[in-house]
């Protein structure tokens, strides 16, 4: 990636000059009025009605736990489920994490993720200091970092409100990057050893 942002930035420049210009009709607009009337979103309804509530929603969610197996605010909201009664959105998923041998693999897997992060570097792989600063921004946010950076900026207060819609699926893809340089950290280590325990206990990895 950054070989080719070295050797590439021509394009990339063109490629983003072209997306401004296409995109400007509702861009701009935006930008100037983040500049000339923010603090007007502060005071609208929907400010006043939900930003605060939906902060501390995703708040709850704040810690190594929940960041480990990806969990946010979306496990708490309750549904209409039939017959008048309310019931969790993702029950499915909540019954699921529930059973402590699923929790133990997410565990175990974001343990995996870990190591892969720390074999990356360790070998200097060309992505790993790009994917580890989308990383660290990720778990930043997720963490409740909103608080911190909208004391200097309050627009980012309600720009990340929810901080789980924005940077999950990110954290998931990173999540997913270095998990698969965590397995291959588990291959080196056993690939001097052929016995069927360490097969399938590599196979139960991937």
Same mark, same amino acid.
């Given at each position: 990636?950054? &070989?080719?942002?070295?050797?590439?930035?021509?394009?990339?420049?063109?490629? /983003?000059?072209?997306?401004?210009?296409?995109? /400007?009709?509702? *861009?701009?607009?935006?930008?100037?009025?983040?500049?000339?009337?923010?603090?007007?979103?502060?005071?609208?309804?929907?400010?006043?009605? &939900? /930003? /605060?509530?939906t902060y501390y929603r995703n708040l709850q969610f704040a810690?190594?736990? +929940?960041?480990a197996l990806l969990k946010g605010f979306w496990f708490n909201i309750l549904d209409p489920s039939g017959d008048n009664k309310f019931d969790y959105l993702l029950l499915v998923w909540r019954n699921h994490l529930a059973n402590p041998?699923?929790?133990?693999?997410?565990?175990? &897997?974001?343990? *995996?993720v870990i190591t892969g992060i720390i074999y990356s570097l360790k070998k200097k792989l060309p992505f790993a200091k790009s994917f580890l600063t989308t990383f660290i921004?990720?778990?930043?946010? *997720?963490?409740?970092?909103?608080?911190?950076a909208g004391m200097n900026i309050p627009l980012l207060s309600e720009?990340?409100?929810s901080p789980f819609t924005k940077f999950s699926i990110s954290l998931a893809f990173v999540y997913s990057v270095f998990f698969s340089?965590?397995?291959?950290?588990?291959? +080196?280590?056993?690939s001097f050893l052929h016995s069927r325990f360490t097969y399938y206990l590599t196979l139960f990895t991937v």
């Open positions: 990636i950054l &070989s080719y942002l070295r050797h590439g930035w021509k394009k990339i420049f063109i490629y /983003s000059l072209t997306l401004f210009a296409t995109q /400007s009709y509702w *861009l701009l607009p935006q930008i100037f009025f983040a500049f000339t009337n923010a603090k007007e979103v502060g005071l609208s309804h929907a400010n006043l009605l &939900s /930003s /605060s509530e810690n190594l736990k +929940d960041l041998l699923i929790a133990i693999i997410g565990y175990l &897997s974001f343990g *995996l921004i990720c778990v930043f946010f *997720l963490l409740g970092g909103v608080q911190i720009f990340f409100r340089v965590g397995v291959i950290f588990l291959f +080196d280590i056993f």
